[in-house]
């Protein structure tokens, strides 16, 4: 995992609807950027589906949400519409992206090692440095956590 305090690598990826996005776009804001590894599977819907419900608090307090992984844009498209996504999906069928986060990790599948993306949230603030940062989160708990502790900041 990338460190705290550390700037955030910046990255251009297409979003769900085709059009470029960059990190530096959100310049100014926090950024919630999480990485799951496929659209429409079990415990990435169940993330997708709370940040969703969650977003509207998440915004108030001035954040976004990015969510990256290896899937296409068309994959992407169909998940946000399934589902009534209102956040950013973004595209990194080259994991180019999941690589510079260091997300793309070996893991055991089925008694093989394969490669894969482990479940990894960042939290980056106005100025694209690394806040927080947490590894294998569970799809569920995920978006509460993340609102709980910008909250948090705002209160101290």
């Known amino acids: 995992m990338l460190e705290v305090g550390t700037p955030a690598p910046d990255f251009t990826l297409q979003d769900q609807n085709g059009n470029e996005v960059s990190l530096y776009d959100f310049k100014g804001k926090k950024v919630i950027l ?8 079990a415990g990435c819907t169940k993330q997708a589906c709370a940040y969703r419900d969650l977003y509207p608090q998440i915004s108030q307090h001035g954040a976004v ?12 498209k169909k998940f946000e ?3 009534e996504l209102p956040f950013t999906l973004l595209a990194d069928p080259d994991r180019g992206v999941l690589n510079a986060y260091e997300v793309q990790k070996e893991k055991t599948m ?4 394969v490669m894969g993306t482990v479940r990894t949230t960042y939290l980056i603030d106005e100025n694209g440095i690394i806040q927080d940062v947490q590894e294998k989160v569970r799809p569920e708990e995920d978006p509460q956590t993340w609102l709980e502790k910008i909250q948090k900041q705002e209160n101290q």
């Not at 999480?34 to 599977?41: E, R």
Request: proline fraction near 4%.
């Open 110 to 113: 089925y008694g093989k090692k």
């Open 34 to 41: 999480y990485f799951y590894p496929k659209d429409n599977t």
């Open 81 to 83: 519409e399934k589902f």
């Open 65 to 76: 949400v990015l969510g990256i992984s290896k899937d296409t844009v068309r994959s992407h």
